[in-house]
């Protein structure tokens, strides 16, 4: 059974930074590519950033793109999301998502709150 856990969230004022991460078990870790959505109140859930089992693709959000950055640990089995220059647009619960590719992130976390207050 796969399962996803995210931590890392929190209150954070605008320009403030923060480290999401994601612990992953029931599959191998390594062999998984890995990302970050975000829904905020009444809005749709979005893309942020995903990165491939050997970390060749790495791909991001235009509106994150120069701000946030995945990363994994294999042996950590953990994918984190550093977020630098927080605004408050960026307020939402963030999930953590596990797939065979970037292109097909299949399995989900139960979200972490980050709100960023201005």
């Known amino acids: 059974q796969v399962r996803l856990v995210e931590s890392g969230g929190g209150l954070v004022q605008a320009g403030g930074s923060l480290r999401l991460s994601c612990a992953a078990s029931?599959?191998?870790?390594?062999?998984?590519?890995m990302g970050w959505f975000r829904q905020a109140p009444g809005k749709e859930r979005e893309f942020v950033a995903a990165?491939?089992?050997?970390?060749?693709?790495?791909i991001y959000a235009n509106s994150v793109k120069g701000r946030f950055t995945i990363s994994r640990d294999n042996a950590k089995n953990t994918v984190y999301l550093q977020m630098n220059s927080l605004k408050p647009e960026d307020t939402a619960v963030y999930y953590c998502?596990?797939?065979?590719?970037?292109?097909?992130?299949?399995?989900w976390g139960q979200g972490t709150q980050v709100t960023v207050s201005s």
């Open positions: 998502t596990s797939g065979r590719t970037v292109a097909a992130l299949d399995y």
């Open positions: 990165i491939s089992s050997s970390t060749s693709d790495i």
């Open positions: 029931g599959r191998t870790f390594s062999r998984d590519a």
